[in-house]
């Protein structure tokens, strides 16, 4: 059974930054697209960001340049670094796992094709 725990979420002002962590256990990551994706009260899932297992990454036009997202094979951990952070970025983030082939630029944010997802962490961009 494949497990993700997402963490680094909170309360931070806006301009503010956090990074956004999705750690698998029984599970390693390197060979796999994760995805990050996010969900506002009220609003429909989005995708955020994805990563593929040879480093390529993608990101929805409403980040860009504001995240970065990274994977770290040795601690089995992938990386969503925000900043710049805006009152329209509060959702619960979650990550996600697509076990079945790859990602592309067309693909990433098809959220129903991905196979495990974390529990979600808050965040929260207020003053």
């Known amino acids: 059974q494949v497990q993700l725990v997402e963490s680094g979420g909170g309360l931070v002002q806006p301009g503010g930054s956090l990074r956004l962590s999705c750690a698998a256990s029984?599970?390693?990551?390197?060979?796999?697209?994760i995805g990050w994706f996010r969900q506002a009260p009220g609003k429909e899932r989005e995708g955020v960001s994805a990563?593929?297992?040879?480093?390529?990454?993608y990101y929805a036009d409403f980040v860009k340049g504001r995240f970065t997202i990274s994977r770290d094979n040795a601690r089995n951990t992938v990386y969503l670094q925000m900043n710049n952070l805006k009152p329209e970025d509060t959702a619960v983030y979650y990550c996600?796992?697509?076990?079945?082939?790859?990602?592309?630029?067309?693909?990433?944010?098809?959220?129903?094709?991905?196979?495990?997802w974390g529990q979600g962490t808050q965040v929260t961009v207020s003053s």
């Open positions: 996600a796992i697509k076990t079945q082939g790859t990602v592309v630029a067309g693909t990433w944010l098809r959220f129903w094709e991905y196979d495990y």
């Open positions: 990563i593929t297992s040879d480093g390529s990454t």
């Open positions: 029984r599970f390693t990551l390197d060979y796999y697209a």
